[in-house]
């Protein structure tokens, strides 16, 4: 789980083709689906606060969950440009704490293929639905075992930029489903010079039988999942799936 260091530095600048606007309307379209429109909204895994500030803009009150300080330091920045109203908060997401329930939880772009162990994702889901509001909503995406194996696994990616360039090598080990990233950045400095690191991040992928199994042991009920890329069905060929589920428990207030 250790990873975004020096990566947090320049993480916004490479992700800029991330659809984080495509999201935030997918997210808002379910929630009101939902009759969802206000109140608290936890982010978990909310990284630089991409996603977290799209929803504040929209009248959400956010909470942001993130393990990484690096990630949580460049969230603050963007918050204290914006002058929204996120509290942002530094802890794992297998064992977050918050004090009292929300309306609604994400956790996007593939944090969750960051737990590497099933036990990981049943004891984060369970914290999910404890934290959840009767009848919240629990919205998530991750990546699947296809795209590790087939789309992105053992190829490498470089960019050359102004400001940045990088070198992202896939490494995929097939028998426990992991993909290993070794990352070089050489980011120039305010000097024109160029600093060199390297950062070495671990997934694993998950089946969508296999997620929506440990949805439902974790006691959530899962609703619905889609292609996320392409926004239709799910399918043998789905490189991120998107899914949601609801929580499971609670008496409702009359």
């Known amino acids: 789980m250790d990873a975004y260091e020096d990566f947090a530095q320049v993480y916004d600048l490479l992700m800029d083709d991330t659809p984080y606007q495509q999201w935030c309307d997918y997210v808002t379209d379910v929630l009101e689906a939902h009759d969802i429109r206000d109140g608290l909204i936890l982010d978990l895994g909310c990284g630089t606060g991409s996603m977290t500030e799209l929803l504040a803009a929209r009248g959400f009150d ?26 942002y908060l530094q802890q794992d997401m297998r064992s977050f704490e918050l004090y009292g329930t929300v309306r609604a939880v994400i956790c996007l772009c593939d944090s969750l293929n960051y737990l590497l162990e099933e ?83 671990l997934q694993r992928g998950y089946t969508f039988p296999a997620m ?40 409702r207030r009359k």
Not at 62 to 87: C, F, N, P, T, Y
Not at 128 to 144: A, C, E, H, I, K
Not at 213 to 233: C, F, N, Q, Y
């Open 62 to 87: 956010m909470i942001g969950v993130d393990l990484s300080g690096q990630m949580l330091d460049q969230a603050v920045k963007k918050k204290e440009r914006s002058g929204l109203d996120i509290l």
């Open 119 to 201: 036990e990981e994702l049943l004891e984060t889901f369970r914290l999910v639905n404890n934290y959840l509001d009767p009848g919240g909503l629990f919205l998530f995406d991750f990546n699947t075992v296809y795209k590790y194996e087939t789309l992105i696994g053992d190829c490498v990616i470089a960019e050359n930029r102004e400001e940045c360039s990088f070198i992202w090598e896939n490494g995929y080990e097939p028998r426990e489903a992991l993909n290993e990233y070794d990352l070089t950045f050489f980011v120039r400095e305010e000097n024109g010079l160029y600093r060199k690191f390297t950062e070495t991040h």
């Open 212 to 251: 929506r199994s440990l949805i439902e042991k974790a006691g959530l009920v899962w609703l619905d999942a889609r292609d996320a890329d392409t926004g239709g069905p799910v399918t043998p060929e789905s490189g991120r799936i998107q899914a949601v589920a609801g929580e499971r428990g609670k008496e």
